[in-house]
């Protein structure tokens, strides 16, 4: 169920800004992950962290595992049109997995 | 995506009908989850399947909604009678071992 705290819930900003997106929780997660989810379409996998303090760049996104194990975030650099879409953290331990609530990135040309 | 295919994309259906949505993953996975989404409540797990064996059910929301996998390759949701508070995207998803959750495009369901 969704039990993350993911902020902020949505964010307009133009062509070429960078973006910032967290997730916190109260428990402990042992993975986070962050999907992005496009119109009609299933969540797709960006990044996976597995490490406490882990820092994972996928081209121009950037994740990390926070040290306490319940937080994380998602940078994105140098924002383009196709970054629009809804964007998930989800924290995971063992077979439970919990998801944020989702930010909405609309990105201006 | 080619790893789970699910269908129908849309269903639109009359309260009181009996709904049925259809997974096929593809081999090799071990996990396969059931998951609804809504804007008021984002995505919920409905259950999961280990080895095609129903292993937590306790998301589903009530005795309408029923799961089965009868193999590794197949799964169906089914709701019935299904009503208009229903109407969600729901999606199938399945893990390798421990590996992140890959998910299907999701059947989107509207109730009349």
């Known amino acids: 169920g969704q039990q993350l705290n993911q902020s902020p819930q949505s964010m307009f900003i133009q062509e070429g800004e960078d973006v910032s997106m967290n997730c916190t929780s109260s428990s402990i997660f042992n993975t986070w992950l962050w999907y992005k989810q496009d119109p009609g379409e299933g969540p797709v996998l960006l990044i996976a962290?597995?490490?406490?303090?882990e820092l994972t760049s996928n081209g121009r996104l950037t994740a990390q595992f926070g040290i306490t194990r319940k937080d994380s975030f998602l940078n994105i650099s140098a924002s383009i049109p196709s970054d629009v879409g809804i964007y998930f953290c989800a924290g995971q331990f063992n077979n439970d997995m919990r998801f944020g609530a989702g930010t909405r990135l609309t990105v201006k040309p | 995506d080619a790893g789970v295919i699910q269908s129908p994309r849309h269903e639109v259906t009359e309260m009181g009908q009996e709904v049925t949505l259809r997974c096929k993953p593809i081999s090799g996975h071990d996990y396969l989850f059931w998951y609804r989404q809504t804007m008021m409540r984002g995505l919920e797990l409905l259950i999961y399947?280990?080895?095609?064996?129903?292993?937590?059910d306790s998301g589903m929301p009530e005795d309408r909604f029923s799961a089965k996998m009868p193999n590794a390759s197949f799964s169906t949701l089914k709701i019935q009678p299904s009503e208009p508070r229903d109407s969600a995207v729901y999606f199938c998803?399945?893990?390798?071992?421990?590996?992140?959750?890959?998910f299907g495009n999701g059947t989107r369901l509207t109730v009349t």
């Open positions: 399947f280990n080895n095609n064996v129903p292993i937590d």
């Open positions: 998803a399945i893990r390798i071992s421990s590996s992140p959750l890959h």
């Open positions: 962290l597995y490490k406490a303090g």
